[in-house]
């Protein structure tokens, strides 16, 4: 049986920050179940175009992983301001929606400012997150006393309906912070009736690889990397006696582990946990994103990405990934990824597409349909995890349960969350740093 310090599952951001943190001091073993490292953050090549599982950007926030990410990058990486749009009412306005209103129709900006106004007169404590003593507040009431009726009913209801294919009514607010701007009252106005203000938000600024799609970043987390296994699949785990099957490794006895596996599946690879475990896991919900690719022709539009509340469009978000770098496609051509979600259900994608490519042509994202030379469609099979009383009732169960067995999960979908990269690697780290604490 093959012995290590330190058994992690996954060789998405988190586990490798891990691993990087714990090579040459404790031993340990990296298992990833696919051929190639990143996990989500992932780039796949077709015929001279380089396409990410959507859009992966850095949003680095910690000066401390910060440092270390563009350390390993080695000034492969671009710093991007970012040039996000909304499409709603025929025209595009600038990102995020409640601060910039006034390129909408004049009903349309009049509903908004007036809506808004009425809610900050109405509310004592605007722009922060109600919680009762029960549960945290829901999307709908939220948005309603924060943003008003009308930013509500042409962007954020339709919006988050369309992303999150989950009852608004039932999604608490725990992870509006800090995805969702929160203009101050003098942006809104300002943004109604003067040039609104476009870096606001967490986002407004990022980083990109210049080389080699998002997948330049777990390449070179890769590097150096002395006990990685590839292909290795972790199909059970003892957390009593610290054992788990590895593939074609067969069984591993560790005395650590750092699971970055999404935490319902990692819950379903466990060996006879408590009753209690296994239904906290099966009240886990979560959406399924498909991300159709496209390589283009004829394509001027200098935008990252843009927002789709409306329901005439399919997908929620379109982005143009080779204006984060030219290198994601061949010279003269442009690079698309459109995003659909569902909620965790099949997609049929031959008529998906049909249906993207109408809705880009009729948004002027593309000319026409032969300008597309190039498609490729990928999956997410757990994109956003759903937040709702359910995931709050049951995340503490699971965490205290494992907490007490020397086990953590980390990384989005390790902890079940809605969470950016920085921080996956925040975790890792911080993780790796709590095996070496703890001998």
């Not at 996954?10 to 990296?30: P, T």
């Not at 991007?80 to 349309?108: D, H, W």
């Not at 009726?149 to 608490?172: A, Q, T, V």
Request: charged share 20%; proline share 5%.
């Amino acid at each position: 049986m093959i012995e290590t310090d330190t058994l992690i599952i996954g060789g998405g951001l988190a586990g490798l920050s891990a691993a990087h943190a714990l090579e040459g001091k404790r031993a340990y073993l990296l298992c990833e179940r696919e051929p190639r490292l990143g996990g989500l953050a992932a780039s796949v090549k077709k015929n001279g175009f380089t396409f990410d599982y959507s859009g992966h950007l850095l949003h680095l926030r910690w000066p401390k992983t910060k440092k270390f990410i563009l350390n390993l990058l080695d000034g492969n990486h671009a710093l991007i301001e970012r040039k996000a749009r909304i499409f709603s009412n025929g025209v595009y306005t600038p990102y995020p929606f409640q601060a910039n209103l006034s390129g909408l129709p004049a009903t349309v900006r009049s509903e908004c400012v007036r809506g808004f106004l009425a809610a900050y007169k109405k509310s004592h404590r605007p722009y922060a997150i109600g919680h009762t003593r029960k549960s945290p507040e829901v999307f709908t009431a939220w948005t309603r006393r924060v943003f008003g009726e009308g930013i509500s009913k042409h962007f954020m209801l339709p919006y988050n309906s369309k992303l999150w294919r989950y009852p608004l009514e039932k999604l608490s607010t725990e992870w509006c912070a800090p995805f969702v701007p929160r203009p101050t009252l003098k942006q809104v106005l300002e943004g109604a009736y003067q040039r609104g203000k476009e870096a606001i938000g967490y986002n407004a600024s990022f980083y990109y690889p210049l080389r080699g799609g998002i997948q330049a970043l777990p390449d070179a987390f890769a590097r150096g990397l002395t006990c990685i296994e590839r292909n290795c699949a972790v199909t059970a785990i003892d957390l009593k006696n610290k054992t788990a099957i590895c593939g074609c490794l067969g069984p591993v006895k560790f005395k650590h582990l750092i699971n970055t596996a999404a935490l319902n599946d990692f819950i379903a690879k466990l060996t006879a946990p408590p009753s209690a475990i296994k239904q906290a896991a099966k009240k886990l919900g979560h959406n399924t994103v498909y991300v159709l690719n496209l390589g283009v022709k004829n394509a001027g539009c200098g935008i990252h990405w843009a927002y789709f509340p409306e329901r005439n469009f399919p997908f929620y978000r379109a982005g143009i990934a080779s204006n984060f770098s030219k290198r994601l496609a061949p010279k003269g051509l442009a690079s698309f990824y459109i995003e659909v979600s569902t909620p965790d259900a099949p997609l049929n994608l031959s008529g998906a597409e049909t249906a993207v490519i109408k809705g880009l042509i009729s948004c002027a994202l593309i000319k026409k349909e032969s300008d597309i030379i190039e498609s490729l469609w990928l999956k997410i099979p757990c994109a956003y995890v759903i937040y709702n009383r359910e995931r709050a009732a049951s995340l503490p169960v699971i965490f205290d349960w494992l907490t007490t067995l020397r086990a953590q999960s980390i990384g989005r979908y390790g902890s079940w969350k809605y969470s950016f990269m920085e921080e996956s690697v925040k975790e890792g780290l911080e993780a790796a740093e709590k095996v070496l604490r703890h001998g």
